[in-house]
């Protein structure tokens, strides 16, 4: 097996992995988000749940998915 071979692999490894990783950061997202429906809007998560969360948001905001809310000044 030649570099360039070695290497072709490598990198259709990773454009698979970058077009899968959004379809699966979304479905993930939309499972989260029907736990957090069920449970109610008084429920305290706990830590791994907040933390879980964050991280969701966090990949969601680096996809340019964010929550869609315009952000406001003061008012």
Do not use: C, H, W
Request: net charge positive; aromatic share 10%.
């Amino acid at each position: 097996m030649t570099k360039t071979a070695a290497r072709g692999s490598r990198a259709s490894k990773f454009r698979t992995l970058m077009v899968l990783a959004p379809v699966a950061l979304d479905l993930i997202t939309r499972y989260r988000a029907s736990q957090k429906a069920k449970r109610g809007r008084f429920y305290q998560p706990s830590r791994r749940e907040k933390m879980l969360d964050s991280l969701l948001d966090q990949a969601n905001r680096r996809f340019g998915r964010g929550n869609n809310t315009k952000r406001r000044g003061f008012f």
